[in-house]
T-cell receptor, first 115, second 111 residues
Framework: DTEVTQTPKHLVMGMTNKKSLKCEQH?????MYWYKQKAKKPPELMFV???????INESVPSRFSPECPNSSLLNLHLHALQPEDSALYLC??????????????FGPGTRLTVL | GQNIDQPTEMTATEGAIVQINCTYQ??????LFWYQQHAGEAPTFLSY????GLEEKGRFSSFLSRSKGYSYLLLKELQMKDSASYLC????????????FGRGTSLIVHP
């Protein structure tokens, strides 16, 4: 299994809602990432988990809250989002998260629209 | 600081060869990745270069010159399905192994 899966594929939420994005991989990768991507822009790193511990938080607002329940799962909890948070949210994983040439495998993304 | 530069858009004809350039100025370097991303889909890994020279993989090749802070992705025998965004990502900026992505080059292949 060389796949990263993400659910849901699409999500529409209001500014007062609470929702969660889910990501799963079964490749035995020990690093997992959340990226945000706006149209025609590159992916922007949000969070990195290495060996189930948060290792990088790129100054992301607290309305985004990551969680790594185990080595295969990564969640992103959303609360009180703003319309400008609408974007494609990509999850990725890699073998080690700190090695030379550590290739990232990306999930298909969740298209989020905040009304 | 870090700066990764790619052309915004390129067009080419089916069957032709196209070269997508990437220049970078970063505070550290641990390798350069190329990813392909079709519209609305996830990026997929194409290549990784850490030493100078050319890496060939089928129709795709990637070249790196560390002294010049320069890489290119060469696509041969272009097919319509090669229409996508091509992202250059540099690892090692600021001492981190995590790649920083360039803005991507949108390649349009026409018949």
């Amino acid at each position: 299994d060389t796949e990263v899966t993400q659910t849901p594929k699409h999500l529409v939420m209001g500014m007062t809602n609470k929702k969660s994005l889910k990501c799963e991989q079964h490749m035995g990768h020990r690093a997992m990432y959340w990226y945000k991507q706006k149209a025609k822009k590159p992916p922007e790193l949000m969070f990195v988990y290495s060996y189930e511990k948060l290792s990088i938080n790129e100054s992301v607002p607290s309305r985004f809250s990551p969680e790594c329940p185990n080595s295969s799962l990564l969640n992103l909890h959303l609360h009180a989002l703003q319309p400008e948070d609408s974007a494609l949210y990509l999850c990725a994983s890699s073998q080690m998260g700190g090695s030379l040439g550590d290739e990232q495998f990306f999930g298909p993304g969740t298209r989020l629209t905040v009304l | 600081g870090q700066n990764i530069d790619q052309p915004t858009e390129m067009t080419a004809t089916e069957g032709a060869i196209v070269q997508i350039n990437c220049t970078y100025q970063t505070s550290g370097f641990n390798g350069l990745f190329w990813y392909q991303q079709h519209a609305g889909e996830a990026p997929t890994f194409l290549s990784y270069n850490v030493l100078d020279g050319l890496e060939e993989k089928g129709r795709f090749s990637s070249f790196l010159s560390r002294s010049k802070g320069y890489s290119y992705l060469l696509l041969k025998e272009l097919q319509m399905k090669d229409s996508a965004s091509y992202l250059c990502a540099v690892s090692g900026t600021g001492g981190s192994y995590i790649p920083t992505f360039g803005r991507g080059t949108s390649l349009i292949v026409h018949p």
